[in-house]
């Protein structure tokens, strides 16, 4: 009933942008935080970006802050991952995430605070 659908990944060079977009559907999360985490081949799934129910606060991952900008659409139910100056330490999987807990005050970077989760879409930099 709730799934929410990565999209937006692929093959670019190094220097290069892409946007990634995830949709939910069966219902809303315009009340809920949402994030992005990516896991590489070898390594554990880490923190990208997070951002607060209204859209009013975000939060960033050290190695992203400056590049990656994210954002969301709530009249349409759209969650967005801008990413800038691409590097082939950016290749990836990529998730996006929702939160468990409606109307949350803070903006969560550690993953068990999310209870929703997508399929993944892949990201590849090459050099």
């Known amino acids: 009933q709730v799934q929410l659908v990565e999209s937006g990944g692929g093959l670019v060079q190094a220097g290069g942008s892409l946007r990634l977009s995830c949709a939910p559907s069966g219902r809303t999360f315009s009340g809920y935080g949402m994030g992005w985490f990516r896991q590489a081949p070898g390594k554990e799934r880490e923190f990208v970006a997070a951002?607060?129910?209204?859209?009013?606060?975000?939060a960033y991952a050290e190695s992203v802050k400056g590049r990656f900008t994210i954002s969301r659409d709530n009249a349409k139910n759209t969650l967005y991952l801008q990413m800038n100056s691409l590097k082939p330490e950016d290749t990836a999987v990529y998730y996006c995430?929702?939160?468990?807990?409606?109307?949350?005050?803070?903006?969560?970077?550690?993953?068990?605070?999310?209870?929703?989760w997508g399929q993944g879409t892949q990201v590849t930099v090459s050099s």
């Open positions: 995430a929702a939160d468990s807990h409606p109307y949350s005050v803070t903006v969560s970077v550690h993953q068990d605070t999310y209870n929703y």
């Open positions: 951002i607060k129910w209204s859209g009013t606060s975000t």
